[in-house]
C-alpha cells in the first residue's frame, strides 16, 4: 500500500514523512522496511510500467524531491542517525 501511494504523481512530497512514519509502525523489521523502501525508490526513478506524459520541470522536481526524501529515510534506517 505504501509502494502505490509513494509512486503517485499527485502524492505531495510534504506528505512522505507521515507515510514514512506510518509505515514503521507496521512494519517493525528494520531489514523488511529497508527492502521496501529501496525497491519503491527503484520504483519512482523508474517506473515498471511507463506512463508517456508531458511532465513539466514542477512535476520532474516534486519525483526528485520524492527520491531524495525516500533516500534520506534510508540512510537514516541504516546508519541510524
Known amino acids: 500500500m505504501l ?19 506510518r509505515y514503521m509502525d507496521f512494519q517493525p523489521e528494520e531489514a523488511n ?3 521496501e523502501l529501496v525497491e519503491i525508490i ?3 526513478r ?3 510500467v511507463m506512463i508517456e506524459t508531458a ?5 520532474k ?6 527520491v531524495i526524501i525516500l533516500v534520506f529515510w534510508i540512510l ?3 546508519y541510524r542517525v
Open 46 to 48: 523508474q517506473p515498471i
Open 33 to 35: 522496511r529497508i527492502q
Open 3 to 21: 509502494h502505490d501511494l509513494l509512486v503517485l504523481p499527485e502524492i505531495p512530497e510534504s506528505l512522505v514523512d507521515v507515510l514514512h512514519s
Open 42 to 44: 527503484a520504483d519512482v
Open 61 to 66: 522536481r516534486q519525483w526528485e524531491l520524492k
Open 76 to 78: 537514516i534506517l541504516v
Open 55 to 59: 511532465q513539466t520541470k514542477e512535476e
